[in-house]
Nanobody, 120 residues
Framework: QVQLVESGGGLVQPGGSLRLSCAVSGSFFSINDMAWYRQAPGKQRELVASITSYGSTNYADSVKGRFTVSRDNAKNTVYLQLNSLKPEDTAVYYC??????????????WGQGTQVTVSS
């Protein structure tokens, strides 16, 4: 069983920073791409940032220059550094990982979500 556990959300003032973490645990062979998505109330879930196993990154236009995605392959963990936060960044942030599980094959796994609220 593969589990993704996120941490680091919270309430922050506009212009502030947060760092989200997502650790993958369980029995698996490898982790390919990892990503962060977010979903604001009344809106569809959207891709925020992704990172390949080799470290290549991709960002939504709305967060370029403010957010940074990184990963520690030894710890099976992906991070999202959120800087210069704006009220429109308020959402539940979800971690996603493309994981290869022995005998089951490749699949997409999701974390439970962590709330980020940007408000004065």
């Amino acid at each position: 069983q593969v589990q993704l556990v996120e941490s680091g959300g919270g309430l922050v003032q506009p212009g502030g920073s947060l760092r989200l973490s997502c650790a993958v645990s369980g029995s698996f062979f490898s982790i390919n791409d990892m990503a962060w998505y977010r979903q604001a109330p009344g809106k569809q879930r959207e891709l925020v940032a992704s990172i390949t196993s080799y470290g290549s990154t991709n960002y939504a236009d709305s967060v370029k220059g403010r957010f940074t995605v990184s990963r520690d392959n030894a710890k099976n963990t992906v991070y999202l550094q959120l800087n210069s936060l704006k009220p429109e960044d308020t959402a539940v942030y979800y971690c996603n990982a493309d994981v290869v599980v022995i005998f089951l094959g490749r699949g997409a796994y999701w974390g439970q979500g962590t709330q980020v609220t940007v408000s004065s």
